[in-house]
């Protein structure tokens, strides 16, 4: 089955620690994506990469980093310097030049 | 400043009855619209689009009507079904590209048997 697999579904950091999110797909798109959901509020961009070993910052990056080592994977960690990460992130690919991204299940990160 | 506003963060419909969602818009730029669908616990499922030389797009139950002058879009759900209780997401693009979507906030339709 293609599709877009997230983990762990449930994060629990400590402050002052890093954490990456895992994102990895089989539907060979170049495109991959990570989002941010808060409460009330939209899905917020935080990076994006077109192809492999190339990524951007969305509206929200300060805080996060990313890789694009492979197509198949993009891993977002946030770091200690966000300062708010308590969130639901939500990673999505879709392929070049297309509106319709296609959604992992995304993870809980709770910051304790 | 929110370029895509759902203003209705609920709504409850009875079953078999029409269900209305509603989006507004302030980016005139925007020339591609989406509804993403959202069951708790689960990422969101593309729903239906519509490009802005359009003004209606249907598919089976779902329906999107675009009103460019009023910068508005809605989804309608007809008949609307149990399963249909899920958070309806409202997108927007103005280059048809997904790097570029920018979403609502959310509707929670609750469809009551």
């Known amino acids: 089955d293609g599709g877009i697999t997230q983990s762990p579904k449930y994060l629990f950091r400590k402050e002052g620690q890093n954490v990456t999110l895992s994102c990895e797909q089989n539907?060979?798109?170049?495109?991959m994506y990570w989002y941010r959901q808060d409460p009330g509020q939209g899905l917020r961009l935080i990076y994006y990469?077109?192809?492999?070993?190339?990524?951007q910052k969305g509206d929200i990056a300060e805080g996060y980093s990313v890789s694009r080592e492979k197509k198949e994977s993009f891993p977002l960690t946030v770091t200690s310097a966000q300062k708010n990460p308590t969130a639901f992130y939500l990673c999505?690919?879709?392929?070049?030049?297309?509106?319709?991204?296609?959604f992992g299940q995304g993870t809980r990160l709770t910051v304790v | 400043d929110q370029q895509v506003k759902q203003n209705s963060p609920s709504l409850s419909v009875q079953e078999g009855r029409i269900s209305i969602l509603n989006c507004d818009y302030t980016?005139?730029?925007?020339?591609?619209f989406l509804w993403y669908k959202k069951y708790p616990a689960e990422g969101p499922t593309f729903l239906i689009s519509i490009s802005s030389i359009k003004d209606k797009n249907e598919d089976g139950r779902f329906t999107v009507f675009l009103n460019k002058s009023a910068k508005h879009l809605s989804l309608h759900i007809v008949p609307s079904q149990p399963g249909d209780s899920a958070v309806y997401f409202c997108?927007?693009?103005?280059?048809?590209?997904?790097?570029?979507?920018?979403f609502g906030s959310g509707t929670q339709l609750t469809v009551l048997p």
């Open positions: 980016n005139s730029m925007f020339d591609y």
């Open positions: 997108a927007a693009s103005p280059s048809g590209s997904a790097r570029q979507l920018t």
């Open positions: 990469s077109q192809i492999v070993n190339d990524f």
């Open positions: 539907l060979n798109h170049d495109a």
């Open positions: 999505a690919s879709s392929i070049e030049f297309s509106t319709e991204a296609f």
